[in-house]
């Protein structure tokens, strides 16, 4: 069993080399325990994937597609970007705490992740990934509902997010402007599916780093009209109505608890009226 252990602990320094290594001295991260190395890479790391996939995405439908996706009163503006950036800034160090705690988790056998597909084979991985992707949609959905529907965490947390309530202000950087135990909260049903399904790790590690990027991509404001994909127009519609599409990847949860509003259909509505 210690055997198995560390190959997750390898893979895990692996990491830590791979970010560490490059951008910070040696002598001043691996005196560091293991835990705060870990750390110290995931905030590293999360950091330079809010701004690299924020400013690539900014700069695209901004600047090199400029009023293509969107009419130029709906830009929002750089003061506006920059208080998001602060948001985020603000809260990453606790963020980047959760996914931490959880390699943490993995490394002492507390969790029932698998080191390598080999373990279960490729039919039994296609699977229990599908189990995961599906668990942490159902979480994530109910986990942002209560945020709305529990008054006290709505006031407290995730109004902060909710500031930014027009498509002028709303942007990639809003992606991860959240109160940090909102964002904790958000993400905790990615830990918790691991305690309860075999899970591949390095396939979490990914999925993680995703998610980051996914949050980016739908506050642009740009409906991809990707079904069942919940994508930008569905989610410029949570921030409108506050009542409606609080999904993660797909609609389904949405289309199965009543909360669905397509975006196609609410223009036309719209228009109408």
């Known amino acids: ?3 198995y ?3 997750f602990v390898d893979e895990t320094s692996f990491y830590n080399g ?3 290594d490059n951008l910070v001295p040696a002598n001043l991260w691996k005196p560091l325990p293991h835990f705060f190395q870990t750390w110290l890479r995931n905030y590293i790391g999360g950091t330079l994937l809010y701004f690299i996939s924020g400013f690539l995405w900014c700069y695209y439908i901004y600047q090199f597609k400029r009023n293509v996706y969107l009419p130029k009163d709906a830009i929002p503006t750089r003061k506006a970007m920059l208080l998001q950036i602060c948001v985020a800034m603000k809260s990453m160090p606790w963020y980047t705490l959760l996914p931490t705690v ?3 988790m993995v490394e002492n056998g507390w969790t029932r992740c698998i080191s390598r597909i080999s373990d279960v084979g490729y039919p039994a991985y296609l699977f229990y990934l599908a189990v995961y992707l599906v668990f942490v949609e159902f979480g994530i959905y109910w986990m942002h509902r209560e945020l709305h529907d529990i008054k006290p965490l709505y006031k ?3 109004a902060t997010h909710h500031i930014y309530n027009k498509q002028n202000t709303l942007s990639p950087f809003a992606g991860l402007a959240f109160h940090p135990l909102d964002g904790i909260l958000q993400a905790i049903p990615h830990v918790i599916a691991l305690f309860l ?3 591949h790790f390095t396939t979490h590690i990914c999925l993680l780093f995703i998610e980051a990027v996914w949050t980016a991509n739908i506050h642009d404001c740009i409906h991809g009209k990707l ?3 919940m994508g930008a127009g569905y989610h410029t519609i949570h921030h409108t109505t506050y009542r409606h599409n609080y999904g993660h990847y797909t609609i389904w949860m949405d289309w199965m608890f009543g909360t669905l509003q ?8 719209a228009k109408k009226e």
């Open 1 to 3: 069993m210690e055997d």
């Open 5 to 7: 252990l560390q190959l």
């Open 18 to 20: 791979i970010v560490l």
């Open 102 to 104: 959880s390699e943490y």
């Open 156 to 158: 407290w947390l995730h």
């Open 197 to 199: 399904i075999p899970t």
């Open 227 to 229: 079904w069942p994909v």
């Open 262 to 269: 397509d975006p196609v259909e609410s223009a036309t509505t």
